[in-house]
């Protein structure tokens, strides 16, 4: 009975370490960013106040409106190749006999890294290279836009393709039998049976699948980087891409911290209403 009045007394300080740890980590970063973002650094002198001349900057910026049709394009792409697919090939290999050694080629690539699996796509997909000789083209799949963005979402879709399947598997699995015998004996099957039937009890972990998609696709990075690093030129940039580089190789800090924000923005407000609506 002495006990609970005990835990109840110290129950903040439980918590502290981990509260504790996302603030430094997590939200100190984004305050600092969100104040560099006013004013114009460049890394080595103190930073001189700017108030908005950054983000007014950002409506100016040609680069930046490539960044953000391509970002969008990657969002597009991933709903509809990895989450589109690996729904696909859940639904096909779940009720067969050995259904989930089909599956297990699909789960490999997940295993590797964005950046490893650029490097070994970059020479497959270049000009004069493997996907040339094989399809007997000569096309710069990486060279021109938006072939090299379509190009990229082929390489994102090989890899993020296997753990949809896997989370569209444990949805099915968590799905009750009973609803799906009363339809077949309904009369319903294949795509009736999935339209009315299993795919409205998915929704939940759908929205989940999505709502992970959406997110990753938003901050894109490492495959365009090493695959393209935003070019040729900058037509195949996404906005991480540009926050780096800004960032990073042109050491205008300010600007690069801007164009975090508004990733940071872009990437809460899409969602909270895809979330909003879901819970609609």
Do not use: C
């Amino acid at each position: 009975m002495t006990r609970a009045p005990m835990l109840g007394r110290f129950r903040y300080g439980y918590v502290a370490p981990a509260a504790l740890l996302v603030a430094v980590l997590l939200y100190a970063p984004f305050v600092w960013t969100a104040y560099l973002s006013l004013t114009r650094y460049d890394g080595l002198a103190a930073p001189e106040w700017a108030g908005l001349a950054n983000f007014a900057k950002l409506l100016d910026d040609p680069a930046l409106l490539t960044s953000t049709r391509n970002t969008l394009l990657w969002v597009a792409g991933t709903m509809i190749l990895p989450v589109g697919l690996g729904l696909l090939v859940a639904v096909l290999s779940y009720d067969i006999r050995g259904g989930a050694w089909y599956r297990v080629p699909f789960m490999l690539p997940y295993a590797l890294s964005g950046a490893g699996l650029a490097m070994v796509w970059s020479p497959v997909l270049s000009h004069g290279g493997v996907a040339n000789a094989l399809l007997g083209v000569d096309t710069a799949f990486l060279q021109e836009a938006p072939a090299n963005t379509l190009s990229m979402l082929l390489v994102w879709t090989w890899q993020q393709l296997g753990v949809n399947t896997l989370l569209f598997v444990v949805g099915l699995q968590s799905i009750p039998k009973e609803p799906i015998e009363a339809a077949r004996l309904d009369g319903a099957g294949g795509w009736r049976l999935f339209r009315h039937v299993i795919w409205p009890l998915m929704r939940p972990l759908t929205a989940v699948v999505v709502g992970l998609a959406l997110v990753a696709s938003l901050k894109t990075f490492d495959i365009v980087w090493v695959m393209t690093q935003g070019g040729p030129g900058r037509n195949s940039e996404t906005l991480a891409v540009t926050m780096y580089k800004e960032t990073f190789v042109a050491s205008d800090y300010g600007y690069g911290s801007a164009v975090a924000v508004l990733l940071t923005v872009v990437t809460g407000l899409a969602s909270y209403l895809y979330l909003r609506r879901q819970v609609r």
